[in-house]
């Protein structure tokens, strides 16, 4: 039997994304599509200009969309599509009634008691779960997985931490559906790179940091890097590219790094991809639009792995509404259920 799952928040992009990613799960059902209270009580179908995929799920088409309110929410996994200002409002309230909430939103991301996981990174955060119910009294709880740029680099500094990694530089090129709909003005975009994304530059430094530490049974102490930010959006619909420099204690190759990358576990999970990281040899890969489906969007792509005075220095590219959004929540509540939290 599957297990029933909502979306909330799911009419804007990431929602719709979750809904075309649950269609035909092999674990999950969707059992609700919550949304703003001028939705309520209307057809999924007749209010969603489907913005991610050329046709629309049948299996959502008819659905009522109901309050984002326990009451009124039959599910047993709840996947918060939301802005951060409501989900900080709504997500303890599914949490409190005992809904797993598993959380795209940044609002409690960095709160020192909710597990910030990427599942191939760091699934022994999970353990916070325990440590949040207690805290807070709840029979439910929240996972969150992280900014959408900040999981395609942490994919790459997972590998690397072992080769003795010490500081990171990073400057994105971010595709328009990071910004949702309608997002960046056309003519804002149009022959043009704007080099500010509000709040971007600090849950890139910061969040790394998270996810890298180490839980030490009660908390999580921050990873010894550091991690400077530059982020900009581009005119890519598609695909966040990232341009890293990465700086060790010790001397360190080329083909230490390329093997580090290859070498990275993928995990027998229905989102799973076959590599976690592609390694591309040519010299003008990666490139968003060739590389940001790889994996079915659940792969990062790097290419021009190159030493330089500073370090090593490389550019890697993956599917923002994938793997750095919907796919990542979607990945995390699979390992729940793996891992009998669920």
């Known amino acids: ?37 001028r939705r ?26 109901v309050p984002m309110d326990p009451k009124y929410v039959d599910a047993d996994i709840v996947f918060s599509a939301l802005p951060s200002d ?45 440590v949040q119910k207690k805290n807070r009294g709840w029979d439910g709880f929240i996972v969150t997985n992280p900014n959408c740029t900040t999981i395609m680099l942490v994919l790459t500094l997972k590998p690397l931490m072992e080769l003795g990694l010490k500081s990171v530089r990073v400057a994105s090129m971010q595709a328009l559906s990071g ?4 997002g960046v003005p056309s003519m804002a975009i149009m022959d043009n790179v704007i080099p500010y994304i509000s709040g971007e530059e600090d849950k890139v430094e910061k ?5 890298l530490g180490k839980f030490d049974g009660n908390k999580v102490i921050p990873a010894p890097i550091t991690v400077s930010a530059s982020c900009h959006r581009v005119a890519v619909v598609d695909g ?14 080329v083909e230490e790094v390329a093997k580090a990358f290859e070498n990275m576990k993928s995990l027998n999970l229905p ?36 030493k330089d005075a500073w370090g090593i220095k490389y550019i890697v590219t993956g599917h923002n509404t994938v793997r750095g959004a919907a796919g990542a929540s979607i990945l995390n509540a699979e390992l729940m259920i793996k891992e009998k939290i669920i």
């Open 1 to 37: 039997m599957k297990v029933k799952v909502a979306v909330l928040g799911a009419t804007g992009m990431v929602g719709q994304k979750f809904v075309q990613l649950l269609e035909n799960h092999p674990w999950f059902k969707i059992s609700a599509l919550a949304a703003s209270e």
């Open 40 to 65: 309520v009580g209307k057809i999924y179908g007749n209010e969603v200009t489907w913005l991610v995929s050329a046709n629309m799920p049948k299996c959502v088409r008819d659905i009522e969309m």
């Open 86 to 130: 409501v989900a900080k409002e709504v997500e303890p309230k599914f949490s409190e009634a005992g809904f797993v909430v598993a959380s795209n939103a940044s609002a409690y991301r960095m709160v020192d008691d909710v597990p910030l996981v990427i599942p191939e990174v760091n699934s022994e955060h999970l353990s916070l779960i325990e």
């Open 179 to 182: 910004a949702g709909y309608p």
């Open 207 to 211: 969040e790394p940091l998270k996810i």
């Open 240 to 253: 966040h590219t990232e341009a890293v420099w990465v700086d060790f204690y010790k001397d360190v190759e």
């Open 271 to 306: 989102s799973s991809p076959e590599k976690v990281i592609v390694v591309r040899m040519e010299k003008d890969r990666p490139q968003p639009r060739l590389d940001r489906n790889e994996g079915n969007g659940m792969s990062v792509v790097v290419g021009r792995i190159r």
